[in-house]
């Protein structure tokens, strides 16, 4: 994440922020640097300042904006954020919550095209977790603002993010969207979870991905009725990204059914695998229509 505010060099490749290289010999840096805004996990507020004077010095100092203009333009982002009523209170005084919105509000005082945030919710319990990421999305559809995040948390990906990079080591092991990683649930997403799926060691056990117009499985029960057959509900889950909620279901047929049960769903739009147990050796078929 430094490498995107120019606070860490690269050692290879470039980053191109807005159409220009970041690392170019004839970058302007700071003016680069404007278009950026930062929140931190540590808020990183000034303890001696008011919440209205830690918004308006960067505008004040960088853009030379007045006093007056700069302090117009923080009671309207401390409005959006929701603590315009603790423009002339001390951070010590604000909770983890209202510590983070200032701190988000000052991050905007530029009014950056991208907002880079470094684990922002992590020191903060659920409920302000939820209230922050909420505030996150609407920064991110009512002001057009570009919003890359690093955590560890994966309900803030699920949450808020449409994009998502695995990284590991400083390379980039998978991209992509964020319910295609998490429904196809690759290796390195297992890896990065810890979570070993489970299945019986006999029959076939088949992960079916139910995109959101069919997160309601009714494709289950038509399969069942068209083919003739019984089968096991292994496991099932749904999970909400964003304001879809998504599923994936794992079942166990008989091994003899597995040609049709396969060619059955070739036809639909849901997704599949057949996983690995004893009597089926590993069988990691290309998920259909990725």
């Not at 020191?123 to 057009?144: H, M, Q, V, Y």
């Not at 096991?232 to 049960?261: A, M, T």
């Amino acid at each position: 994440l430094r490498c995107l505010n120019a606070l860490e060099t690269v050692t290879a490749g470039e980053v191109s922020i807005l159409g220009h290289n970041l690392f170019d010999k004839n970058a302007n840096i700071n003016k680069l640097r404007e278009d950026i805004g930062m929140v931190f996990q540590g808020f990183n507020l000034f303890p001696h300042m008011t919440v209205l004077d830690n918004i308006t010095m960067a505008p004040k100092m960088l853009k030379k904006s007045s006093k007056e203009e700069a302090e117009k333009v923080a009671i309207d982002l401390l409005r959006k954020v929701g603590l315009e009523s603790k423009k002339d209170s001390y951070p010590s005084s604000l909770s983890g919550g209202q510590k983070q919105r200032v701190a988000i509000a000052r991050a905007l005082a530029l009014n950056p095209n991208i907002l880079l945030c470094d684990e922002a919710t992590s020191a903060l319990d659920p409920n302000t977790t939820k209230s922050i990421l909420s505030l996150l999305r609407d920064i991110n559809k009512k002001l057009g603002i570009t919003i890359i995040i690093v955590t560890h948390q994966m309900e803030v990906v699920k949450e808020v993010c449409n994009k998502v990079a695995i990284l590991k080591d400083g390379k980039v092991l998978e991209c992509g969207d964020t319910e295609e990683l998490f429904l196809n649930h690759s290796e390195c997403l297992k890896e990065l979870l810890g979570e070993e799926e489970v299945v019986p060691n006999s029959g076939v056990n088949i992960k079916l991905f139910f995109p959101k117009e069919f997160s309601n499985g009714y494709i289950i029960t038509s399969m069942a009725r068209s083919l003739d057959i019984d089968f096991s509900i292994v496991w099932g889950k749904l999970e909400k990204f964003r304001d879809d909620v998504l599923g994936s279901l794992i079942i166990n047929i008989p091994q003899d059914k597995k040609e049709q049960v396969i060619n059955y769903l070739n036809l639909t739009d849901v997704k599949w695998e057949v996983l690995q147990n004893k009597e089926n050796k590993i069988n990691n078929k290309e998920l259909e229509r990725a």
